[in-house]
């Protein structure tokens, strides 16, 4: 099977930044994606990586590490509604999405 | 694009009843889809892979007489819980992948259910 693994919780202040590290082994790899999660919803695609690197988009930024096994998401001048369940999840050799279990983020003002 | 719709949001039924949700690909043609069940403050477990015309394939330990799924169109997948029963209660998520982009897949807005 799929080994996923991410923090638990975080917590941090309005304004500051938070990086969320997810780490992994699966049969295979053909991409890691982020998602958000507002308790009682579906996910809602934040972003993809599937080449080393860091990819920007806005606030957000995912970054990859395929020889490490590991990627990271961080949360730039946060905001109250970031407060929110993260996803990493890593399609591998099967193409199916296996989920880590999920790291809530809790902004404080 | 790609918005995905699940009927109803929410649903309670009595033990030993069945209850069937629907999943549908609105703007685009799902060759597949996927069932979900998320526990609170679990994450999300892949129950079964559906795709249009054929059998679905059943994670290990899901049961497939009790999770009954038909894929009958490119745009509908359905999940029946049958005889369902209190640990049975769950959020299900499914989700649709076409045939354009392999890896993404988008995802519906959920149904809870809720036995008693």
């Known amino acids: 099977g799929q080994n996923i693994d991410q923090p638990t919780e975080m917590t941090a202040t309005e304004g500051a930044i938070v990086q969320i590290n997810c780490t992994y082994q699966t049969s295979g790899f053909n991409g890691l994606f982020w998602y958000q999660q507002h308790a009682g919803e579906a996910p809602t695609f934040l972003s993809y990586?599937?080449?080393?690197g860091l990819e920007e988009k806005g606030r957000f930024s995912s970054f990859l590490s395929r020889s490490k096994g590991y990627s990271y998401l961080l949360l730039k001048e946060l905001q109250m509604k970031d407060s929110a369940s993260y996803l990493c999840?890593?399609?591998?050799?099967?193409?199916?999405?296996?989920f880590g279990a999920g790291t809530t983020v809790t902004v404080r003002a | 694009g790609a918005v995905v719709s699940q009927h109803p949001s929410w649903v309670i039924c009595k033990s030993g009843t069945s209850v069937k949700i629907e999943c549908r690909s609105l703007?685009?043609?799902?060759?597949?889809m996927f069932w979900y069940r998320q526990f609170p403050k679990q994450s999300l477990m892949l129950m079964a892979t559906?795709?249009?015309?054929?059998?679905?394939?059943?994670e290990q330990g899901v049961e497939k007489d009790k999770f009954l799924i038909n894929h009958a169109s490119l745009t509908l997948s359905t999940l029946t819980v049958t005889s369902a029963h209190p640990e049975d209660s769950s959020f299900y998520i499914c989700s649709a992948r076409g045939d354009r982009d392999f890896y993404e897949q988008y995802f519906g807005p959920g149904t809870r259910l809720t036995v008693t």
């Open positions: 999840a890593v399609i591998a050799d099967d193409y199916k999405l296996s």
């Open positions: 559906s795709n249009e015309g054929s059998k679905a394939t059943y």
């Open positions: 703007d685009f043609q799902a060759t597949t």
């Open positions: 990586n599937v080449l080393d």
